[in-house]
């Protein structure tokens, strides 16, 4: 080697040596060349590979509602103490108990029960997530040498808005990344022959047969697309080039087929197919009979036509598939592929069986279109790259493009506007749903009779299941399927039909014969029906009630349970006994305990409206506390009375209400933006209002209309903030204002509501077309009035004798109109800054759906008096707090207008003594101001006090309610308001009081009916 010395580094003379660029300016961009252009495209294509398999991640990293899963975990955790083997026969039910039970998912039940040991329902979540993403991983690898990877990444980004329905922690996600896998594994031997890869099915194939009983279909899409080759090599359209190679691919596939008997129920993994589509599938079909979410739609095959009208963005991500892969097939025709042609074939005819395979259809149309598009695109164009503008900016601002889209995919997945099953988001463990119907049904079971209960629905199986307790049915259709007898699904559906009411519709409802055999042979006594979730079975629930065989025991937030009335059980007719359901004891005679225990010593905000960030990126999920569904239940009784359909005593229907009140109050307590409890205690506050008129007019009494207008109608406003364009809201407002004459607020939501209902997606309904008619009727009137006044007020404009601003608002107010009467305060705010101003526009503004804003008035108006005597401004506060839940606040409020009241009743007295009023006036006017203040002041009292026992009531506290409202009767025994008072003691104390006042009551001697001369 030469050991000549370097050059200079700093000679001038060296040609070598750099010239220094000048200060401050940048280096030179290196010149763009085709080269660094593919590897620019390259670098992309694995950046978009990693972007779809965290977006698989992300959208398998959601909530679990599915209540299979909780199947498969107890199966799991019964397998690790039983001796890990799957049991041969049924073990969780009474009805199939000893029965064959083909569990083919019985590794993946121990692996999910093991996950589940060491991470709870976080750790079942994640392992979801592990296992979408490791699927899409293998899939976009699936590609042809040499070629782009771009397309197969842009198709399986389509593919994930079909499969992540499936993302779940359920055997079904095993079948797409089995499905995945097997194309992979297929696609690198094929990239090169000589690997040992394609060994790798058999163990595939051995190792999946015991993690889900769909791996048939791994099978089935591996030998089409063998016969496919088979074919082709005669045709000369194979896209395996030697003989030996496909003999290869041959054993591959026997000893698949082979592998497949690894497990232990053997054979069975061959013929999983018949138990799915003739036994599974049908009887899901038949239990969901109502078209429904895509949820419920997935078992019809897609050429039924009521499966594409409820299914939404799966589906017709499915046809994109679907058409990629047929376009791909049709460039490529010259190099046809007849395995990809039988596979495409065959992936119609399995998604035509039943729609709930189209994730793993979708999977397989994936493979077909990404193979066949990059072979078209390798012979119809050069594989090398161009520095042209146009390819630039299609090779950088298509990719850019792709990546944006994804982007977007994960946004609409994060903000909740991708639609996913169940209502589930992004996030980990159960949906709060699940998680309330667990609890909730678990303490509505603790103290049963048995554990045999019937159950409605097959969701309710699978959650009994989870609690410990046997079912008569679950999710695990096979084990119940069978002929005549044996035929548990058939019995169950027609005992279910048979529980309800006799329906011309259905020839089997109201059957008492069927349903009793069931009951008898199973030794069933309870009846559990579901009331949870987004369909409560209130028909059911109905249809018991009516029932003089059911005697309902028990209402929860998850489900009612009806027990038989069987006159030969004495066990049972012992166990009702001491357990007896009375809603009059539970309304007002049962203190609240727990977390509801000082349910009236909330204050709670106000509900706060959707605000721009809500409605533009997140969409806002509301989840209902199990109270308020407890109240939805109670509510809808109330419903049914009122409109005829149940018949309920007043004291039972009073009891429905303040159940109502207590439990939508304690669940507005924990969340105060749930829009359905505000509609709750609106409905339950008006019903109250009836009722208690109907009790009070009859006796001569008189009822708390303003309190029970004031609190329906904040109820009904608030959850109006909620949810802004309900129409039925509006006209429930429109109709509570209406009744009781305010005017403009009536016409203001009757209009609104009209125009709700009037929208063309309903207006053609009959229905709702009878309902618009009513409103035209109903508005009728208070327009008129609405008119009168404004003319009257448009008299006296400009006139130099007009009335003052405040005295034109108390005319607007006096005949119904609110709105006017705040417009003119609001127009002349000086007018109002006297107090009494003050407290009149806080009023205003609390009719007029603005309560938020008559606070700070309030409280202004609080800081000057304090608790001074005078102005009566605590009545208004009082009802402000009762919107907002807080009746221990309007107990302090009304406590001190109490003890005001009869401090200005002694100043009445006192100001009549003879040394203060002059001695030629003192008889007359002592006397007419004694009778005055023991006239008037008893009745204000009364009515003060009432309020008080009746926010005590609403707060759950009875003792203190039973006390207030006896001091009344001994304080003003005379007063008007005692019907209501004798009624409402009668419900805390079990007590009947003398409807009659002392005044009217004739004493009656021990000798008054003696005769005069006892000797004749």
Known sequence: MSSAQPADPVSPNNPLTPVPSPPGDLPEAEELTPELLEDEAQRNDNWIRGAVILLAFLLGCTEIGETQTLVHVKTGQYLLSHGVLPPRVDVFSYTAEGRPWVN??????LVLAGVFAIGGAIGLTIFKAILSATAFGFLVNINLRGVSTWWSSVVAGLALLVCHSQFNALPEVVTL?????????????????????????????????NLDPRAFLGLLFLLLYAAGEAIGSWTGHASISTNDHRRHLGIA???????????????????????????EYPALRQIYTSVGSFAELQYRPITDMAFWRGAGHAAIAW?????????????????????????????????????????ATAVVLTVIAALNAEAWYRSCFR???????????????????????????????????????FNARIGVGWIPPLKSAIDSLKEELADSFDDRPYTFRLQQGDLLIWIGRKVFIDHRLPVYAGTGEDDLIGIHDRTRRALRRKSASDPESGNRETWLETFRRFQLTQAVVPLG?????????????????????????????????????????????????????????????????????????????????????????????????????????????????LSLAPDVACAFAHLVIRKANEGLNQNPNVAAAYRMLGTAYFYLGMLENGIATPSGGVSPDTRRYMQSALAYQSSLVLQPDQPLLHLRLGELYARNGKADLAVRHLEAAREGFNKPIVADDEDVQRIVEQIDRMLERPRRTVENVAAELDKSQGKSDAPPVAAQAQFAYSNGCVLKALELATAAPIDFESLPGQVFKAQLLIEAGRPWDADPILERVKNVLGKQPGLDWRSIAALLSLGRGDQSQAIDLWSTEYTNARFQQLLTLAETMPLVVRPELWPTYQTQQVVGAFDRYPHQVADIRFQIALSYLEGGRSDEATRTLKAILEESPETRLRPLIRFYLAQVTGKVVDIEPPSNRIPIEADMFAPENPEK
Do not use: C
């Open 104 to 109: 083919l998912s019985w590794l993946f039940d």
């Open 319 to 359: 046809l994109v598939v679907l058409s990629s892969a047929l376009v791909s097939l049709i460039l490529n025709f010259r190099r046809l592929d007849w395995g990809h042609t039988f596979l495409f074939l065959g992936t119609l005819t399995v998604a035509a069986a039943s729609a709930h395979e189209l994730p």
């Open 177 to 209: 990344l089995g499905l995945a896998l097997v194309f992979w594994t297929i696609q690198r031997w094929l990239n090169n022959p000589a690997t040992t890869t394609l060994w790798l099915l058999p163990v595939i194939f051995a190792v999946w047969a």
């Open 253 to 279: 596939v026997a000893s698949s087929f082979a592998a497949m008997l690894i497990n232990p129920f053997g054979w069975h993994a061959w013929i999983s197919a018949l138990s799915l589509y003739r036994v």
């Open 533 to 645: 979730g987004a369909a409560p079975d209130y028909p059911q629930m109905l249809d018991l009630l009516a029932s003089r065989d059911f005697q309902l025991n028990r209402i929860g937030s998850s489900a009612a349970i009806f027990y038989r009335n069987d006159p030969t059980n004495a066990d049972l007719k012992a166990y009702l006994a001491a357990h007896p359901l009375n809603f009059i004891t539970q309304a007002f005679r049962t203190p609240p305990e727990g977390k509801e225990k000082d349910l009236g010593t909330f204050q709670r905000d106000w509900p706060a409206a959707t605000g721009a960030y809500e409605a533009v990126l997140v969409k806002q999920r509301t989840i209902t506390p199990p109270s308020v569904r407890e109240a939805q239940h109670y509510q809808m009784l109330l419903e049914e009375a009122s409109g005829g359909r």
């Open 383 to 421: 594989q090398t790259y161009s520095v042209a503008t146009s390819e630039i900016f299609f090779s950088r601002g298509g990719r850019a493009l792709t990546v944006l889209s994804l982007f977007g995919l994960a946004g609409l997945a994060i903000s909740g506007r991708l639609p996913m099953p």
